[in-house]
């Protein structure tokens, strides 16, 4: 599914900027290609102006040579938001796809509650700032450079850090700890913000040569690979939290039976992610291939934990179990998705 969605974003987004141009020569045998007047208006390039020449395995790729940057701008009409929740979706939207500065006007003027709206959204971005905030109108400036960023470092920190939440959950799982487990919870919630700015990081650089370059990322089909990958680490992180949350649901001491069962699919669900982030980093295939292979024993796990799980007296406490199960096991599943990642990266 997360494929044929990166798919679909970079066949619209290319689509949308395709022109065929016929190929000439000069007298002397040279060949020239037009480029349209408006691409040359949009990079800011004048007549006398560098352009660099690479040759690729299936195609050419003409660059300005000089770094001429332009500013994204979106504008968002706050009227159009019944709510919160589509306002801050929009807002979010607006960041991943890269835009500099979002714009979000009222053809009256913005209540006190809408910006509060817009603060609050704020607050969940890296590197987002109101830079002006008038009656009918707030400005959001993003003030994040891409080339201060390494994705490979941005992606090993994200994963660490879900790992880190899922661990603690389970911790206090293990000791009935619901402090640990509020702890982790709003950890998760916080590490949000980094896969947010990660996506909007790796769709600057699918979209961008040199910003590609200056991240050290990797040509257009790697970084199209880490962006699946960020999207499975992002599901892996929203589960971790979810466990963190739903551990802070139980108030009675559990069986031991039921904490081994869970500390065993924990244990290899843990290694699963280690072993499949490494194998995309090292482009390993036997690893990718081992942590498919366990998904068996996630399976077999979680059959005898839901059997336990049904059996629970309290119905409070066999949702809970059920829901930690289901989203281990849902972890596990994301782990053998980018373990499918590092084969695809293998032969992109």
Known sequence: MYITTCLYIYSNYFSSKLEIRKLQTTAAGTFIVTIPKEWAAKLRLERGDLVSMELEESGLLISPTKSKPSSLTRTLEIDQFENQKLLELCITASYVQGHDVTQIISKDKILPDQK????????????????????????????????????????????????????????????????????????????????????????QAARNKKIRDEMKAGDFSTVAVKIIAIRELGRIAYYAMRIAEHVGEIQVRLGEEIVSLIQKMTRITIEMQEQAFTALGNKDLGQAASVIDRMAQI???????????????DERTSLALFLIIRDIRAIAGYAVALADDAVLGIFA
């Not at 059997?307 to 007296?313: F, L, P, Q, R, T």
Request: proline share 1%.
């Open 116 to 203: 509060r709206w817009v603060r609050q959204a704020v607050e969940g971005l890296i590197g987002v700032e109101i830079a002006e905030d008038y009656s009918d109108r707030i400005i959001l400036q993003n003030l994040v450079e891409p080339s201060r960023f390494g994705i490979d470092k941005l992606l090993e920190r994200f994963s660490a850090t879900s790992k880190a939440v899922f661990q603690d959950a389970i911790k206090a799982f293990i000791e009935n700890d619901l402090a640990l487990a509020q702890d982790a919870f709003e950890r998760g919630e916080e590490s949000t913000k980094l896969y947010r700015l990660l996506m909007r990081l790796a769709l």
């Open 299 to 313: 399976r077999k796990l979680y059959e005898n934990a839901h059997d336990i799980a049904v059996k629970e007296k």
